[in-house]
């Protein structure tokens, strides 16, 4: 069952999305006709277990998959029906940070921040410079703006991902599991920059996990995912969260106990 709490203003509103991927036979369901709400302002997880379809869900919310069936709202525009050229400009405001961090190797820390406004010819010279410093300083990286990614630790190429995905001053900060690669330490911090982009600069955060911590320690509201659909959704009070479903039960049974912790 999918529940839509009523929330004040949807900025992502997915409308019965469902994607296959080719399989050998027949086609393989990863979504199945999703549709639910995300506030503006909100930081919104989804959670599930590995295969559940939750990287195809994000992906789908700035068109990285297009789905096969329903619409992909955000902020009163329908992507679905936008042309090619509209779409690269509305992505710009969907940003995107993923678990391996997704860095160029052969360029500096400076140039992988400023590589989405010399693509979008967005901003230039002085601009371009002050705009890639402001964006390592929110993330606490200015002493690194001349480094290499080989140069850096796991959580501070998340955080050149992170100032990378801010230059363009998107609305939204999509992440697929950008702390699963990094130790508890490191996660905190990441997880405190997500938390302090979403106050100070009002940026809408979606992220994707299958680490129930994570979503108590950050998210506002969670969507549970389970073989393609959204089985139940749940608002987060004070890092306090009760799942109800079965799945939701579960995963917090494990979370209490890593040592069963399968996902
Ligand atoms: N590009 C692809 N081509 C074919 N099948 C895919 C592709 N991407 C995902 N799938 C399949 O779609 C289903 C959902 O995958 P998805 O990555 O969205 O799940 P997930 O919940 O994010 O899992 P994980 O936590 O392991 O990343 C899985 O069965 C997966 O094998």
Same mark, same amino acid.
């Given at each position: 069952?999918?529940?839509?709490?009523?929330r004040?203003e949807a900025?992502?509103?997915l409308?019965?999305?469902a994607?296959a991927y080719?399989g050998?036979?027949a086609?393989?369901? &990863?979504?199945?006709?999703v549709s639910l709400?995300?506030a503006?302002?909100d930081i919104?997880?989804?959670?599930?277990?590995s295969?559940a379809?939750?990287?195809?869900?994000l992906?789908l919310?700035?068109?990285l998959?297009?789905p096969?069936?329903?619409?992909v709202?955000?902020?009163?525009?329908?992507?679905t029906?936008?042309?090619?050229?509209a779409?690269?400009t509305?992505r710009?405001?969907?940003?995107m940070?993923?678990?391996?961090?997704?860095?160029?190797?052969?360029?500096? @820390?400076?140039?992988n921040? &400023?590589f989405?406004?010399?693509?979008?010819r967005?901003l230039r010279?002085?601009?371009?410079?002050a705009?890639?410093?402001e964006?390592?300083?929110i993330?606490g990286?200015?002493d690194k703006?001349?480094?290499?990614?080989a140069?850096?630790?796991?959580?501070?190429k998340?955080?050149v991902?992170?100032?990378? &995905?801010?230059?363009?001053?998107?609305? @939204?900060?999509?992440?697929?599991?950008p702390?699963?690669?990094l130790?508890?330490?490191?996660t905190?911090a990441i997880?405190?920059?997500l938390?302090?982009?979403n106050?100070?600069?009002s @940026?809408t955060?979606v992220?994707v996990t299958h680490?129930?911590?994570?979503?108590r320690?950050?998210c506002?509201?969670v969507?549970v995912?389970?073989?393609?659909?959204?089985?139940?959704q749940?608002?987060?009070?004070?890092?306090q969260l009760?799942?109800?479903s079965?799945?939701?039960?579960?995963?917090?049974?494990?979370a209490a106990?890593?040592y069963?912790e399968?996902?």
């Open positions: 069952m999918t529940v839509n709490p009523i004040s900025l992502i509103r409308e019965q999305v994607k080719a050998q036979d086609p393989l369901p &990863a979504v199945r006709g709400e995300i503006r302002g919104f997880g989804i959670i599930g277990k295969g379809g939750k990287s195809t869900l992906r919310i700035n068109l998959e297009r096969d069936s329903g619409r709202i955000v902020d009163g525009r329908d992507l029906a936008l042309s090619k050229r779409l690269r509305a710009q405001s969907l940003g940070i993923f678990q391996q961090f997704n860095l160029l190797q052969n360029v500096t @820390v400076f140039e921040v &400023a989405p406004l010399r693509v979008h967005t010279g002085e601009a371009l410079a705009r890639v410093r964006c390592l300083d993330v990286l200015a703006s001349a480094s290499y990614s140069q850096l630790s796991g959580g501070q998340q955080r991902a992170i100032a990378r &995905a801010l230059a363009s001053q998107p609305a @939204v900060l999509l992440c697929d599991e702390t699963s690669a130790d508890t330490e490191t905190r997880l405190d920059v938390r302090d982009i106050r100070r600069l @940026v955060v992220i680490e129930l911590s994570v979503v320690a950050l506002r509201h969507a995912m389970e073989d393609g659909s959204v089985v139940e749940a608002r987060i009070d004070g890092h009760a799942l109800r079965a799945l939701g039960l579960a995963l917090m049974r494990e106990n890593p069963l399968t996902a």
